[in-house]
């Protein structure tokens, strides 16, 4: 077997780098410093009357509106948002849902055979279940229309770690949970068509080991399990019209292939499903690149719930001057993830001192997990570089962060925050650097006046990190598939 340093995951393609840009003060990090309003979030956090600030989109075919599930923006009627405390809870069963993955396709993948790479599995991945699932950290919704024209609103979790998509069907047969959308109706779509046990979707189906075998009447049955296996969906892989975007941009994907969930087990909420956008061959992603003519999404987060986002298929307006670029890792064994190696951490300007292969298990690009995962030596080099630069607020004790975020402040009677800028530098020429935005790097906890550093650290230097959704906001993030890429455009909405 060959040795290769530890990476993030098993290559199957080999890296190249598309030219770089900057983005705003990329390189020098600007004034090095930031300032986050205190009051916003406030308001946000008493629930207090809040309105939808629509965002600006790309106007390109298939842009989705982006929405955070508990904000006002949002199509589903319970806006009550989970406490910070839950949410983070949660987030461990989501990263040890990742981490599970990776380890599985460690064992599948023979050891790095052939010129992969070995994944670096966690070693801490048991969290009591009663928290919730992987599924609970999904915070961002997009309403799309399937079946035949015009089709039926579905409300769906997007989800960048898994490839198959799926909606609630008629007739439910377990675990009958309301949703915000009636249940959609094969039987009203002249469109739709399931697939049979003999068709080459099936085969592809039990090649993945996401078949769950054939119904008496010959139809094929898909099965997607989250978290620890007890989370999951069943019922018939199908196809169907699905229709994409609004007015003059809606886009229209024929033979959409999903699965029409008829038996559920621990999923909860009020969407109507879930649409996966991995890297896989079910995604929407792959089923969509003979459309928009390559292998590529972008999408950006907003930085509140009362804020919107954008989703867009295909590279359509990211080929313009904005983005810094870095290679993209993939996995054969686990194709459903988006990888990228991360180089070094600037805080207030200056380079941390971290040795490049405490990076050497790569970094997931997750749109579900909440906060960034970095390794222990990183982590605690930003967290000491960062409470150097926040010398004029008093520290919080460790349990202010809900024992789980130990890099906490105390901000009572400040109506705004001055902090350091923080950026991630990525592999590329010259390093690609992100400058973070001040709604990426500090959370606002349940005590108003608490606000803690949104990186906690893995449980050692092999494991493999992850890119949490809080970085990501305000980033058009471009998954450019076909070209090998990741791509980070600031400002975007």
């Known amino acids: 077997m060959a040795s290769v340093p530890k990476l993030l995951l098993l290559l199957s393609l080999l890296f190249f780098l598309s030219s770089l840009s900057h983005i705003a003060h990329a390189g020098d990090d600007g004034s090095y410093k930031l300032v986050l309003s205190i009051g916003s979030h406030q308001s946000l956090r008493t629930n207090k009357s809040v309105v939808c600030s629509e965002s600006r989109a790309p106007a390109v075919h298939a842009t989705v509106p982006l929405h955070h599930r508990h904000g ?50 966690s070693h801490a991945m048991t969290v009591p279940t009663t928290l919730g699932t992987s599924l609970d950290t999904l915070e961002y919704v997009i309403t799309v229309r399937l079946g035949s024209p015009p089709g039926k609103s579905q409300t769906m979790l997007i989800d960048t770690g898994s490839d198959i998509s799926w909606v609630r069907c008629k007739p439910c047969w377990q675990q009958c949970r309301p949703q915000v959308d009636p249940l959609f109706d094969p039987s009203l779509s002249s469109t739709y068509s399931p697939f049979s ?34 989370v999951g969906t069943t019922g018939t892989y199908s196809s169907d019209t699905l229709a994409l975007g609004s007015n003059s941009n809606t886009v229209v994907v024929s033979k959409f292939r999903f699965g029409c969930s008829h038996a559920e087990t621990g999923i909860t909420g009020l969407t109507a499903g ?58 054969s064994q686990v194709p459903a993830f988006y990888g990228v190696r991360l180089e ?8 941390l001192s971290i040795p490049t292969t405490v990076f050497s298990a790569g970094m997931i690009m997750d749109s579900g997990t909440v906060v960034t995962r970095l390794p222990p030596t990183a982590y605690s080099s930003l967290s000491s570089a960062f409470k150097a630069g926040m010398k004029q607020y008093p520290p919080a004790p460790s349990s202010a962060g809900g024992g789980f975020l130990d890099t906490c402040f105390d901000m009572s009677g400040q109506s705004s925050v ?16 992100v400058n973070l935005d001040a709604s990426g790097i500090l959370l606002q906890m349940e005590t108003s006046s608490i606000f803690c550093l949104a990186f906690v650290a893995t449980s050692d230097d092999g494991s493999t990190g992850i890119i949490g959704n809080v970085q990501q906001r305000t980033f058009q993030v471009l998954y450019d598939v076909a070209g090998g890429a990741v791509g980070f455009k600031a400002g975007a909405c």
Not at 92 to 98: D, M, N, P, T, V
Not at 302 to 325: E, N
Not at 344 to 351: D, F, H, N
């Open 418 to 433: 001055s902090m350091p800028t923080v950026a991630l530098v990525f592999s590329g020429a010259g390093g690609a650097v």
């Open 72 to 121: 006002p923006c949002s199509p589903l009627p319970n806006k009550k948002m989970p406490t910070l405390e839950e949410r983070l809870h949660r987030d461990k069963l989501r990263a040890a849902y990742i981490h599970r993955k990776l380890s599985r396709g460690k064992k599948q993948g023979g050891g790095g055979a052939g010129g992969d790479v070995v994944v670096q599995q």
């Open 344 to 351: 070094a951490i600037r805080v207030g300007g200056r380079q």
């Open 197 to 230: 046990c003999s068709s080459a979707a099936c085969a592809q189906l039990f090649q993945e080991g996401n078949a769950n075998g054939c119904s008496s009447s010959g139809q094929c049955q898909y099965i997607a399990m989250y978290g620890d296996g007890s």
């Open 274 to 331: 879930l649409m996966g956008l991995g890297g896989g061959a079910q995604s929407l992603v792959s089923q969509t690149a003979g459309t928009f003519g390559t292998t590529a999404f972008s999408y950006c987060l907003p930085p509140t719930p009362s804020s919107s986002g954008f989703l867009t298929l295909g590279a359509a307006g990211t080929s313009s001057a904005g983005f810094v670029k870095t290679p993209m890792l993939r996995s």
